[in-house]
């Protein structure tokens, strides 16, 4: 099967940590390795923002990538892609009107706005995983929200227009029927872990004497970061890494950090807070090999990979009980679910963890038993492949949703 996979901000060769690199990111690097494995050719198209860049390229997984051009070659800021959507959308009309794909699978809401346009009158049929909802997000963040004024309407369009979506978790499906969805139209394939690289026996990063705490993600508030450190006060025996963010020698530079680092000196906990800025996809498994316990508290979380990767490796998880969390994480058999921006439940949760060793290894074990039996890359291949060969076979109505 020939499929193409659009990804307009978020590249699959992308350095992780970064303001618009993450979990995303790894999903449609993963996805794609995975399809390939199971015998499909794959292409995916994202947004050129180097002019160094070859224009397509094989890599070593044996998926292509091709850049697509559209809008100056720089970075920018996703949220301010939208303007260069339809002559993304345009490039792609034009390469796949010679060279159809059998399916094209969209990541993220702009993504399916150039998506849309690429497939018009081609009778491409189309699947869109949204990764996260504007809905969600001007709910939590709400004059904080940059995302472009015509998200929320865009996103119901493209899901009543595309002919399969695909949600990463339980939350997201009950959005979107909240939304006016019909259920029938959706399918879940959630992110998926490389059980290879994330495992409990590896290289360990080295520790101090204290119990370990780690956290990862980007460095944004909505990631709960704060919520970690206030809840430090309450271990004084613990210490807390919190990876993600530019390079080290960069963190006096990024707002986010600076703000952290001053909570952390506020509370007194500031020496037992490290911050190593971005942690890199091979060093990854040995920070999470030398935690005792990970936590993710993040206010919201479309799916929120680091708790999988971490299950993964045997560690217990304390985690937010929010979007794809309230899947991965099964509350007292594979981790602990505690409310979000509670930085007493945190503390008291992974305290108790802390102080009983027995617990620990007996969550970390079923942590890795959920990961290898829900959350492997080739499942979620399989996963998303049948849905792809469903769409393919009942054809596309995609052109006919959109002139409706």
Not at 90 to 97: A, E, I
Not at 147 to 152: A, D, E, L, N, Y
Not at 230 to 256: C, F, M, N, Q, R
Request: glycine share 10%; proline share 7%; aromatic share 6%.
């Amino acid at each position: 099967m020939k499929i193409a996979l659009v990804s307009e901000h978020a590249s699959p060769l992308a350095a992780l940590g970064g303001a618009d690199a993450g979990g995303q990111n790894v999903h449609v690097a993963e996805l794609s390795a995975g399809l390939v494995r199971l015998g499909h050719e794959v292409t995916v198209y994202t947004r050129r923002d180097d002019p160094q860049l070859p224009d397509e390229l094989l890599v070593p997984a044996g998926y292509h990538v091709r850049h697509v051009p559209a809008g100056p070659p720089c970075r920018l800021p996703k949220d301010d892609l939208l303007p260069w959507m339809n002559d993304f959308g345009n490039w792609l009309q034009c390469v796949w009107s010679a060279d159809p794909p059998e399916v094209a699978h969209a990541h993220f809401w702009m993504s399916g706005y150039a998506t849309r346009v690429g497939v018009a009158g081609l009778g491409i049929p189309t699947a869109q995983t949204f990764h996260a909802l504007g809905v969600v997000k001007r709910r939590f963040q709400g004059a904080a929200d940059t995302s472009p004024p015509g998200r929320i309407t865009i996103e119901l369009e493209l899901a009543r227009a595309f002919d399969r979506v695909i949600a990463t978790c339980s939350d997201e499906v009950f959005e979107l029927v909240r939304m006016g969805l019909r259920r029938s139209n959706m399918s879940v394939a959630p992110c998926g872990v490389d059980l290879g690289r994330f495992a409990p026996v590896g290289r360990v990063a080295p520790k101090t004497s204290r119990r370990r705490i780690v956290t990862v993600g980007r460095l944004v508030p909505r990631k709960g970061f704060d919520t970690a450190i206030a809840a430090l006060t309450e271990l004084p025996d613990a210490e807390l890494v919190i990876a993600g963010g530019p390079a080290h020698g960069s963190l006096d530079h990024d707002p986010e950090a600076v703000r952290l680092l001053r909570l952390a000196d506020e509370l007194g906990v500031r020496d037992r807070v490290d911050m190593p800025g971005q942690v890199s996809r091979e060093d990854m498994p040995a920070l999470l090999r030398s935690a005792d316990v990970v936590t993710c508290t993040p206010w919201y979380e479309p799916f929120g990979i680091v708790p999988v990767e971490a299950m993964a490796c045997g560690v217990p998880v304390v985690a937010a009980a929010v979007g794809g969390m309230l899947d991965t994480v099964v509350d007292g058999s594979s981790g602990r679910l505690v409310p979000p921006r509670d930085s007493a439940a945190l503390s008291a949760a992974v305290g108790r963890l802390l102080a009983d060793e027995k617990t620990r290894a007996a969550l970390g074990r079923a942590g890795r038993e959920r990961a290898c039996s829900r959350y492997s890359w080739d499942r979620i291949a399989a996963d998303t492949l049948r849905v792809y060969q469903r769409i393919a076979a009942a054809g596309s109505t995609s052109d006919t949703a959109a002139a409706r």
